[in-house]
């Protein structure tokens, strides 16, 4: 679908933020909340991930003169072997739409793919290290942990 008027000042009447890829690196964000949810962790075990925690995670660039509202959250999972946070299913729920250089949607399977590489650049695994890690009582995980 074409979206040439869409800007990323304000959402289309779908909802979505319409972004070229190129935009999500210079994308601010601020986290919001990050908590553990122990029904994630019962569903990452019960498909077999060796998981030691688990909850979820929203981040955000709010309104302002560079753009629309812009949300990003995802469930991660610490692995019990190498103790690294990982982005559980490798799936992020976003109001991105991805969009390329003639306006048309690059779907919601490249947009995630492009989400998880700006995902990687953010310092993610601190802010749930230093929120929803502590409230179970765990120690921050060190070094690199995104997987």
Known sequence: MRHPSTTQFSPSVDGYVRLPEQALADLHLVHIDSAPDPGLLDDLRAEGVDASSAGYTEWQRP?????????????????????????????????????????????????????????????????????????????????PTLQ
């Open 63 to 143: 309104r302002g003169p560079d753009g629309a509202h812009v949300t990003l959250g995802w469930d991660w999972y610490v692995d019990r072997t190498s103790g690294a946070l990982v982005v559980a299913w490798g799936d992020i729920r976003s109001n991105i739409m991805c969009v390329d250089p003639h306006g048309f949607d690059l779907g919601p399977a490249q947009t995630t793919r492009a989400l998880l590489r700006r995902v990687a650049g953010l310092n993610w695994p601190n802010a749930v290290a230093q929120t929803a890690l502590a409230l179970w009582g765990q120690p921050a995980p060190r070094g």
